[in-house]
């Protein structure tokens, strides 16, 4: 592949925490970064002990882990010790409700410093912790909650409201604890705060997470407690954290990037957080990495865009001189958002992909390695990544195949819950096959392609066509629609439906004007119901979807139309 490539000065003075990767990733054992970690008794482990509380026995004691900031600009702040009382006030209080190890508890909430408090809390007692993105509606919750069998969910009043709602197609959900209600203040006033913590067997479960893939409802992607050695060892590795840091992961923990390097990786390595609660806003983002003398940033690509779309001359209103190294995950980073970091801030961000199901960074742009601008870098030492064909053969290389990954790896999704056949069929010849396409140059690094299959991905988050598709046809003046991802240049793909309409409905759009409304509806429809992020933000009314032969919609047709791409093989179609 041809590529600008940034070349680093490594300052021998700071050399990264990985400075030579070629002879770690030759020599590294996974065995190696056990002593990385703290043991109980040498066999068990707890991820959230080893994300906070083992600190508690250290200097970093009375070290602040948490800088919270909330949109209306009030502040918080947690040291190590605090956020480890605060967690097992709250274990003490999940186990006065009867939760049990395995049970599970979900947390249904904003970036409020209680999410966070809430989840090592639920690791703590050997529960497994469930996250739920705060734009969930109704039908994204029932789906969640119920494929769970959840015990318990936790929120705040206004939350709630939404699952009051389906309530009622939850039989296993226990208890709802409201966190901003006054029970519960007088609960954690009165927890004990001293806690035994589950010592846990390294392969049991830990945190739970839905996903989507192009059929069927999400999928329940489940992570054990030995997840933390890699989420570890990549925070060290890639994010390149050390104690002096003060790192911003702009992720929200209702993804995996928020639980792995918001909570568990980047605690794991005893650094101070800072965590934004409110909405994206260039300014007020710049002013944060300002305020809190931001070293280390972690980010997403339609957010850097966006970054880019506000112009450097906002860039140069606030003194950004502590950040020292910024890395980006999510969706593809184009070359010109690495070449504008450059420009602006002196230095790139560092492209790193991995997966909903691979729990942590599997490939990276390490701190030492020069950046082949546009490429995602190389695999972490211990990760036996490649590109492979459908027969599981590894490709040359420049050939495009399957990014693949050779099981097993201490972060890897251990099942996908109560559905055993999907999470085996990730698994082909031998390697666990990603579901995106790419290629490894001559060099060892890897290049992106695009997904293998109809996974859209709208500004970083991954949106399953089906459930887009589903809560579409819940309204009633629709009788089938198609839902892809369209490309575009701030969001890197958009939610695009193709809708057939009833005959009744038809009549009543005849007019531009009553089609634009029919539209927004449609919309806001979606919102309402799903979530409030997976909105189709373009529709098209169409008189019939392109199918197969079985009944299966092409979505792959609707797509070659809307970029006016050849159709390709049509010969197992319907009729079309
Ligand atoms: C999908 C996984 C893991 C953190 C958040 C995403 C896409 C991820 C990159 C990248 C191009 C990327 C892939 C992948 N993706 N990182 N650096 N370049 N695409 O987790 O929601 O499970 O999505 O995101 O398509 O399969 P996720």
């Known amino acids: 592949m041809k590529s600008d490539v940034y070349t680093k000065h490594p300052d021998p003075k700071k050399p990264a925490n990985l400075d030579d990767y070629d002879r770690v990733y030759r020599s590294f054992d996974w065995k190696q970064a056990r002593k990385e970690i703290d043991w109980f008794d040498g066999v068990t482990m707890n991820a959230a002990y080893n994300a906070i509380d083992r600190h508690t026995q250290t200097w970093r004691k009375n070290k ?36 049990t190890r395995g049970q599970r508890v979900f947390i249904f909430l904003p970036r409020v410093p209680e999410l966070y408090i809430s989840f090592l809390g639920i690791l703590k007692i050997g529960a497994i912790a469930g996250t739920l993105f705060s734009a969930f509606q109704e039908q994204a919750l029932a789906d969640r909650l119920g494929n769970s069998d959840a015990e318990v969910v936790i929120t705040n009043t206004e939350l709630k409201k939404r699952i009051d709602k ?10 709802i604890i409201t966190i901003d ?4 203040a007088t609960s ?11 010592h846990m067997d390294p392969d049991e479960y830990a945190f739970m997470l839905y996903t989507s893939g192009t059929t069927g409802k999400p999928k329940g992607v489940v992570h054990v407690h030995r997840a933390i050695l890699q989420e570890h060892m990549t925070a060290k590795w890639v994010l390149d954290l050390r104690d002096d840091d003060t790192y911003w992961c702009t992720a929200d923990p209702g993804w995996v990037t928020g639980i792995a390097y918001e909570i568990l990786g980047s605690w ?3 650094v101070t957080a800072v965590v934004f609660a409110g909405r994206f806003d260039p300014k007020r983002w710049y002013q944060l990495l300002d305020k809190y003398k931001v070293t280390v940033w972690y980010t997403a690509p ?10 450097s001359a906002l860039v140069k209103e606030f003194d950004l001189s502590a950040l020292r190294h910024m890395c980006s995950v999510g969706e593809p ?12 801030f002196d230095k790139p961000f560092h492209d790193t992909w991995w997966q909903t199901e691979t729990g942590a960074i599997s490939i990276a742009n390490f701190p030492c390695l020069d950046i082949k601008i546009g490429s995602m870098g190389k695999p972490v030492p211990g990760i036996h990544a490649a590109i492979v064909d459908d027969t599981g053969r590894e490709c040359k290389p420049n050939e495009e195949g399957h990014i693949a990954i050779k099981p097993k790896w201490p972060s890897m999704m251990h099942t996908i819950w109560r559905r055993p056949q999907k999470y085996k069929s990730y698994f082909e010849h031998g390697w666990y096959i990603s579901g995106d396409r790419g290629m490894r140059d001559a060099d060892g690094y890897f290049w992106f392609i695009g997904r293998a299959d109809d996974v859209i991905k709208t500004a970083g988050e991954r949106v399953g066509p089906f459930e887009v598709e589903s809560a579409l046809v819940a309204h009633p003046g629709v009788v089938e629609a198609g839902v892809i991802g369209k490309p575009d240049a701030m969001r890197g793909e958009i939610i695009k439906a ?50 197969t032969r079985s009944g299966k919609i092409m979505r792959r047709i609707l797509k070659a139309k809307e970029m006016g791409l050849p159709i390709g093989d049509t010969s197992t179609l319907e009729e079309y």
């Open 333 to 344: 980073l184009n070359p010109e958002a690495i070449t504008w970091a450059i420009k602006t």
């Open 302 to 311: 339609t957010a850097i865009r966006m970054l880019m779309a506000a112009g």
């Open 188 to 198: 954690m006033e009165h927890a004990s705060d001293e806690l035994h913590i589950a």
């Open 64 to 99: 602040i882990a948490l800088y919270w900031e909330d949109e209306d600009g009030s502040t918080k702040q947690y040291t190590f010790e605090q956020l480890s009382l605060l967690s097992n006030k709250m274990g003490n209080i999940l186990k006065d409700f009867g939760v």
């Open 268 to 270: 794991s390595c005893g």
């Open 181 to 184: 209600s006054p029970d519960f």
């Open 498 to 547: 193709f809708v057939v309409l009833t005959e009744s409905q038809k009549s009543k759009v005849k007019s531009q004007k009553s089609a634009d409304a029919f539209k927004e509806e449609l919309s806001q429809y979606v919102k309402k119901h799903l979530a409030g992020h997976s909105y189709p933000r373009e529709i098209e009314f169409i008189d019939k979807l392109p199918k």
């Open 166 to 175: 389906v309530r009622s197609k939850l039989p296993a959900l226990k208890h």
